[in-house]
Structure formats: C-alpha cells, structure tokens
C-alpha cells in the first residue's frame, strides 16, 4: 500500500504544480466571475436608467393604477400634462438620463395602448410588464366604471395555473424547476470532469509507456500498484479542482449574488429558487457519482493507453470509451422532461451511463433508492471493469509495437 | 549449483512469433563478480536481460534470482538501468530521483540524501531543481544511473550501460561499477564494446544470433585460444594469408592479426607465406582479445560491427 501511496502522491503534486492546472483551476472561475461580474455592472447601469420611467398620464385615472403595478424594477414617477413638463421630460430622453417616457391617453383606456418615446425601444421584457401593467389598469377603470368591484381585483392580479402532483413523489413545482436546471449543470459538470481526469489518466500512462521510465518504475512495483496509484493521484487531483471550483461557487452565491442582485433586483427570484436546491445530499451524490464514475472510466481508459504506444493511436483507440461518456449527453433532455418514464430509468441505470444521468434524474425528482442502486451497480461494474482493464494494462503496458487485436485482448485477459 | 549463483537461466527460449530472440540459453553467474554479456546488435542480449527483470516471460526454462522468489528480489534487491533511457521529462532532478528511491523502499528523507550525494559526486550538484528535459543526453544518463543505485542494490543489471557517454564519463561510470564490485554487490552488464568488457569483466558470456557461442572467465578464456591469434607484419601481396584455417583476417598492432580456425595449424600459413616470396618480419603468436576470441568461435559475420571501428577491417585485401 505504501507504493501505490508514492505512487498517488508523485503524480499528485506533479500534476497539482503544474502551471495548466494552476491555471485551469483558478482562472476559470475567476473568469466566470470577472464576466458575471461586468456585465453585472454594465447591466447594473443600464437597468438604472432603464428603471426610472416618467408617466405622462392625460387621463387623470391611470397613474396610480399603473404605478402600483409597476412596483418592482421600475421607479414611476409622475409627469404632470403640461407642455413645459413634456418638453423637459422629452429633453431627458434625448440627453439619455432615462432611457424614454410613457404615455397615456384617452386611446390607453379605450384599446390599452399607450405610446414609449425614447431613443430606442424598451427591452422586451421591460415592455411586456409596462403592456401588462397598462392593460390591466385601463381594464380596472373600465369595469370600475361598469359597476364592478372589488370582487375583480384577483382577476386583474394576472391568475395563475396551479399544480397539484398527483404522486406521492414528485416535488414542489419550484423544487422541479430548479431541480431540472441543476440536473442540467450536475450532467454537463459530471461529463466534463470525467472526460477531463479520465483523458488525463490515458495521457499520463502513455507518457509513462512511450519515454519507457515505466520498464524502470516496474522493476520495483507491481502493475497493479502503478495502476492504482495514479489513477487515484489523478483523481485527487479532480477533487482538489472540484473542491476550489465548489468553493468558488459557494463564495459566488453567498457573496457574489447579493451583489448581483443589488445591481439588478429582477434577478432576485433566482435567490428564491436556490433554496430548492438540495445542497448537502445533492453534492454527497454528486462527489459518489464523480468518483465512482472517475474510477469506472479511468481504469478504462489506462487500459487503452496500455494497448497503444502513440498518442496517435490513443486518440483512435478511446473513442469507444469516450463514446460511453458523450451517449448520455444524447439523452439528458429527455430524461429532464419526464425523469420517471421507464426509458429514463432504465438507461440511468445502466451502469456505463449513470454517473451522468442518474444524478439529473434524482434533482429531477427520481427516487433516492434508485440514486442509491445505482451507485451499487456502478461500483459492482467497476470492480469488474478495473480487473479487465487492470490484466490488459499488465500486458500492454510493457509491450511496444502493434496494437493488439481483439482476440489477443482476450488473450491477454486470460493469460494475464 | 544454484545456491551461490546471483543469476541462473536454465534453458531459457524467448521467442516473437516467428522470430527466436534467445535459444536455449543457459548462464550462471556466481555471486560478486562483473559479469559481461556480450553480442553485436539484435543477438538478445536485451531480450535476456527483460527477461531477467521479469519484462518478459521465457517461452521455455527458468530464471533463477539471489536464490529467492524472483519477483521480490526485482523489487528490492536489483537495480535495473534498461537500454532504453526513460525518465519522467518534466520532474525535477532530485524529485525524481526522491520517487525512484521510494518506491524501491527507501523513506523519502533517506531517497533525497543519497540522491544529492549522488548528484554531488558526479557533478550534478546544481542540476538538481532543475526539470530533467533541460540536462543533456549523457547528464540524463547520469541521473538514470543514480536511480538504477540508490538504494544500493545487492544485484545490478545495466543494459549497455556506457553507451551514449564521452570517454570521461565512461571512466566515471567504470569506477563506480568497480567500487560496486568491491562491496559485494553481482554486476551484469550487456554491451557490444567488447574492448570494455574486457577492461571491467571477470566472466563474460558470448552471444550471436541468440545463442550463446561460450562463456567463462575472461582468464580461461584466453588461456583456451592461446594458440588462436597470430600478429604477422610483412611486406608484398597478402594472398598467402588466406586458408581453410583462418577464420578472419584483421588489421592490428601495425600489421595484422589472423584468427586461426577451431584447431588450425599456424604454421601451414607460414610455409605459404615463405613461399609466395613475402618478405616477413613478424610472425607470433599474441593472446587474443575478447573480439578475437569471439570471432573465431562465432564467424565473423555473426559478431557484425561489435565493438571495432570501421577501418580496423580489412575488406580489400581479405577479399
């Protein structure tokens, strides 16, 4: 054990020194953030401007009606309907302290349409709350006027589908949704460091076997040691970069995102829809399905590196692997549509694909046990895959020349 | 038999498909001393020492290794420096030297102080922060050769361990494997310079086209081809050097030497030179070289270019 343990721990702080991971590791969150960061401000700006909305209301009834409804994202400020009060607000607009001003008219009442000048059209979305904001106003006055009531405000409110699950498992609308989104994420971040420390494990064995220091290195340990040890050093190193991207992650969500939000409050509901996030048992599975799917592919692919003696041929030789890696990726969508049809669960449990679509399907709404059975069999899988690809990697990793065929494969499984 | 020897093979065949590498090749080699193997290119001196280190499996026949379970003897007790110079580019001398250490059972501290003394005495000293790609061919040599001895092995086995090397280093490098030597530890070493067999070797085995041709010490060896060698200088047509007896005819020593046959009778040459009316000068039976020896029992054309410079031949006259 003390040898797979130099072994790990050579291949660790290698890897770990190494300028590119250096690199990898911290200039990519800084990258995220440094981008959200700007277009925060840059937006934060913008949305400024955006916010302060003059009214130049010509009927008397509507200001206080759409102002209210524009209460959040928007500052109203009343414009009286005189003509010294429209030319200044109109200068404003064109000197571009507001983006533009709003007008409404005896026309808004009639039909809900109201007249945006500005030096350029509103933001969609800034549009469809000011068309929802006025509509709604104009339609108040009108039933008001009409003799109806209170008994209309809910209406007027704008309704809503509610969603009622008729199975006991399913979760809280609010929960799918975000659940569906961080199954996305989970998926594409489980497919990217398996393909990432998977390769890497490939190149570092084929490293070893084409500057032949593996015929020294051998002399002194046993295959299954050199295996092992680096396949767990990579892998440490995985979790090391995984640990400072979570970090990240979390320092951008506690710290980052109230800045965020205090730049731009519309994106205050996505504060809302963390809380659905199941964070402490999606990370445990999230770390188990990494590791065991690390593992299951990374023996895989020291086995391939094993077999060939260029790098050249390395490329040719994973693409099965890989291609067990990317399938999922095929599939992702239509197991977030409906996570509990029978194809989804049956494809997140064939062992080759679960580490990337079973964690989705459990965000998604899948059941625990499932998650758990899965792990089971990717780990049972593993064992066996790593007992293959281990006597392929005996064989190989000292031969050179020719790439085995598939019967000396088998050969070399069973003689090995 | 085998209970002093460091290194027994008995019968081992190796085979590459069609192909035999090694045939049947027995070898013994006792305990303490400097061991040569010896052979041109592609004869499987190689293939036998891979075999030895467990790189390759013989077809048929045993290895045998210190007397104890070969594959932990490998491990701990035999240091392995292969034909082909691998080293992990990008690490740092020293580190890399510390992980070669470890894994051979030194504690880490242990691995890095001999390692800086290593480096010290062969004038690496301020090489060793430095990654291993920035040192030149015959410094990387130098460092592999550290890693082969580090934890001071009971047994080395160097695979063309001089070549690559300028004559200082293969001085530096001799000295050391003879201080080894001093201490007890078996040496066997392969290389087709036959002249450093010669300087280093207490034994040495002789292989061609994978067999061996003979083995034994360097002493009884050159006792048994006493009569084997004659140094002639003459002037006029060489032609009457050419026999049934003579197995090659080679220039040396301002004249030539010629190779007798298994058996052959010097002096039949002599009669023929006489009388081709050459004037002769010298004629004299000399001790033979390894390459002589070697080249009586094994042709000419199976020691190929082993270990002689080009014009040390002599193509034109002899043919």
């Not at chain 1, 990898?24 to 995220?32: C, Q, R, S, V």
């Not at chain 1, 409906?338 to 964690?359: C, E, G, H, Q, R």
């Not at chain 2, 691995?111 to 410094?139: C, I, P, Q, T, Y």
């Amino acid at each position: 054990m003390r040898s797979v343990y130099v072994v790990l721990r050579r291949e660790y702080l290698y890897r770990v020194r190494n300028r590119w991971f250096i690199i990898g590791t911290f200039a990519l969150p800084a990258f995220f953030v440094g981008f959200i960061a700007i277009t925060a401000i840059a937006e934060g700006r913008r949305a400024n401007r955006d916010r302060e909305i003059p009214i130049v209301d010509q009927t008397n009834v509507l200001y206080d009606l759409v102002a209210g409804r524009l209460d959040s994202g928007f500052e109203p400020e009343r414009v009286a309907a005189t003509a010294e009060a429209l030319e200044e607000v109109a200068g404003r607009a064109r000197e571009g302290s507001i983006s533009g001003y709003l007008v409404l008219d005896d026309e808004t009442l009639a039909s809900g349409r109201a007249t945006f000048h500005g030096k350029t059209a509103p933001r969609a979305l800034s549009r469809i709350r000011m068309q929802q904001a006025v509509v709604r106003s104009a339609l108040e006055v009108r039933l008001r006027a009409a003799g109806s009531g209170a008994e209309v405000e809910d209406l007027l409110s704008g309704g809503a589908i509610d969603f009622e699950t008729v199975s006991d498992e399913a979760p809280e609308e609010g929960a799918r949704e975000a659940g569906v989104a961080a199954g996305f994420a989970a998926a594409m971040i489980l497919y990217f460091v398996i393909l990432l420390y998977g390769a890497m494990v490939m190149r570092s064995v084929l490293e070893e076997k084409t500057s032949r220091v593996v015929e020294v290195v051998l002399s002194s340990l046993r295959p299954w040691e050199l295996m092992l040890g680096k396949i767990l050093g990579v892998g440490a190193v995985g979790l090391t970069q995984i640990a400072i991207w979570a970090l990240t992650a979390a320092l951008g969500l506690t710290v980052g995102l109230p800045f965020l939000i205090a730049f731009r409050p519309e994106l205050a509901n996505v504060r809302e829809l963390l809380q659905y996030l199941p964070a402490v048992g999606g990370l445990v599975l999230f770390l188990a399905f990494f590791i065991l799917g690390y593992l299951l592919f990374s023996s895989l692919y020291a086995a391939v590196a094993a077999m060939c003696s260029t790098m050249e041929e390395a490329q040719q030789t994973q693409l099965p692997v890989t291609m067990l890696v990317v399938l999922p990726i095929f599939f992702i969508s239509s197991i977030m549509e409906d996570p509990n049809s029978t194809l989804s669960t049956v494809l997140s449990l064939v062992p080759f694909f679960s580490p990337i679509l079973m964690l989705p399907r459990y965000l998604g709404g899948a059941p625990l046990w499932q998650a758990g059975l899965s792990l089971v069999l990717i780990a049972v899988t593993t064992v066996g895959v790593a007992w293959v690809a281990g006597r392929i990697y005996r064989v190989g990793i000292l031969m050179q020349g020719k790439r085995p065929t598939l019967p000396e494969l088998w050969r070399w499984v069973k003689e090995a | 038999m085998t209970s002093d020897a460091a290194i027994h093979l008995e019968g081992v065949t190796k085979r590459f498909g069609e192909h035999t590498a090694v045939h049947d090749l027995h070898m013994h080699i006792p305990r303490g001393c400097i061991y040569g193997l010896l052979g041109p290119n592609g004869s499987g001196k190689t293939t036998t020492l891979r075999m030895i280190m467990g790189i390759l499996h013989p077809d048929e026949g045993t290895v045998s290794l210190l007397g104890g379970d070969p594959d932990e003897v490998r491990r701990r007790r035999v240091g392995y420096l292969p034909e082909e110079r691998g080293v992990y580019r990008k690490m740092k001398v020293l580190e890399q030297l510390e992980f070669l250490g470890e894994i051979r059972g030194l504690e880490r501290k242990d691995a890095a102080r001999r390692a800086g003394e290593w480096l010290d005495r062969l004038g690496l000293g301020d090489w060793k922060a430095k990654k291993v790609e920035d040192l030149s061919k015959g410094m990387q040599q130098k460092v592999q050769f550290i890693a082969t001895v580090i934890h001071e092995p009971d047994l080395l086995i160097l695979d063309e361990p001089f070549s690559g090397l300028d004559p200082i280093n293969q001085d530096v490098l001799e000295d050391i494997v003879r201080e080894f030597h001093r201490h007890g530890t078996t040496i066997l070493f392969s290389t087709h310079l036959m002249a450093q067999a010669e300087q280093l070797c207490e034994r040495v085995c002789l292989i061609s086209k994978a067999e061996k041709v003979l083995d034994g010490t360097l002493k009884d060896l050159k006792a048994r081809d006493r009569e084997g060698v004659v140094a002639v200088t003459f002037d006029g047509p060489a032609r009457w050097l050419e026999g049934p007896e003579v197995a090659a005819i080679e220039r040396a020593d301002g004249g030539v030497h010629v190779l007798l046959q298994e058996g052959g009778d010097h002096q039949a040459i002599l009669r023929r030179g006489v009388a081709s009316g050459a004037v002769i000068t010298r004629f004299e039976l000399v001790e033979p070289s390894l390459h002589e020896i070697f080249v009586r029992h094994a042709g000419e054309e199976a020691v190929g270019d082993a270990g002689l410079p080009q014009d040390y031949r002599m193509e034109e006259e002899v043919s």
